[in-house]
T-cell receptor
Framework: GIQVEQSPPDLILQEGANSTLRCNFS?????LQWFHQNPWGQLINLFY???GTKQNGRLSATTVATERYSLLYISSSQTTDSGVYFC??????????FGGGTRLMVKP | DTGVSQDPRHKITKRGQNVTFRCDPI?????LYWYRQTLGQGPEFLTY????????KSRLLSDRFSAERPKGSFSTLEIQRTEQGDSAMYLC??????????FGPGTRLTVL
C-alpha cells in the first residue's frame, strides 16, 4: 500500500502568521484528504482534493498528483487552528493510510 | 458534528475483559470503516464493510478483534481478552463509494 509522510512534524506559530504543511505520498492516488484533529480527538474534514487547488476561507490546499505531494496553506492563523493536521491517501477499497501528522500550536 | 456517532465515548476496563464498541454511520452511507489511533500517531486502518459485507479484515490486529455490521446500518467492534496494548482511540468513518470519509468522535479505550 501507499506510504504517506508529513512535514514538519511540529510547528509553532504566532497568531496571524501564515504556514504551509506538506504531505508526500509514495504512489499515485486518486484522491487525498486533509483533516484537522481537535484536542478532543474529533477528525474534521478539511479538503478532499485529488488534484488542483481548493480554498475554504483561510485554508487552501493544492495537490500535484504527478509529483505525489499535497500542500495545506493556513493564512492569518488563529489560536483555534491549533491541533494536529493529517493527510491521508487511499489504498484499494478506499482504506485510508494516514501520515504521522503535523502538530500545530498557534500562540496568542 | 459529522453525523457519525460512536458509543461509548470512553471505556475503562481491566485486562482480560471483553469490550464492544458501536458505530452509527450517516444513514445513506453504504461503507463503514474502523481505524485505531495510538498516542502521537495517525489513525491505522483495521477493517471495512460495504453494506453488511466485511470486505477487508486482514488488518485486524489479532484474532481477538472482530467486527460486524449485521443489517448494513450500525457496526460493532469487539475486543476479547483485552490487553494493555489495546489502549487507544477507536475511530469509525462512513462514506459512499470512494468519496470523502466522515469520522465519528471515537471511543477512547483504557485497559488497566
Amino acid at each position: 500500500g501507499i506510504q504517506v509522510e508529513q512535514s514538519p512534524p511540529d510547528l509553532i506559530l504566532q497568531e496571524g502568521a501564515n504556514s504551509t504543511l506538506r504531505c508526500n505520498f509514495s504512489d499515485s492516488v486518486n484522491n487525498l484528504q486533509w483533516f484537522h484533529q481537535n484536542p478532543w480527538g474529533q477528525l474534521i474534514n478539511l479538503f478532499y482534493i485529488p488534484s488542483g487547488t481548493k480554498q475554504n476561507g483561510r485554508l487552501s490546499a493544492t495537490t500535484v498528483a504527478t509529483e505525489r505531494y499535497s500542500l495545506l496553506y493556513i493564512s492569518s492563523s488563529q489560536t483555534t487552528d491549533s491541533g494536529v493536521y493529517f493527510c491521508a491517501g487511499p489504498n484499494a477499497g478506499n482504506m485510508l493510510t494516514f501520515g504521522g501528522g503535523t502538530r500545530l500550536m498557534v500562540k496568542p | 458534528d459529522t453525523g457519525v456517532s460512536q458509543d461509548p465515548r470512553h471505556k475503562i476496563t481491566k485486562r482480560g475483559q471483553n469490550v464492544t464498541f458501536r458505530c452509527d454511520p450517516i444513514s445513506e452511507h453504504n461503507r463503514l470503516y474502523w481505524y485505531r489511533q495510538t498516542l502521537g500517531q495517525g489513525p491505522e486502518f483495521l477493517t471495512y464493510f460495504q453494506n453488511e459485507a466485511q470486505l477487508e479484515k486482514s488488518r485486524l490486529l489479532s484474532d481477538r478483534f472482530s467486527a460486524e455490521r449485521p443489517k448494513g446500518s450500525f457496526s460493532t467492534l469487539e475486543i476479547q481478552r483485552t490487553e494493555q496494548g489495546d489502549s487507544a482511540m477507536y475511530l469509525c468513518a462512513s462514506t459512499t463509494g470512494l468519496d470523502t470519509q466522515y469520522f465519528g468522535p471515537g471511543t477512547r479505550l483504557t485497559v488497566l
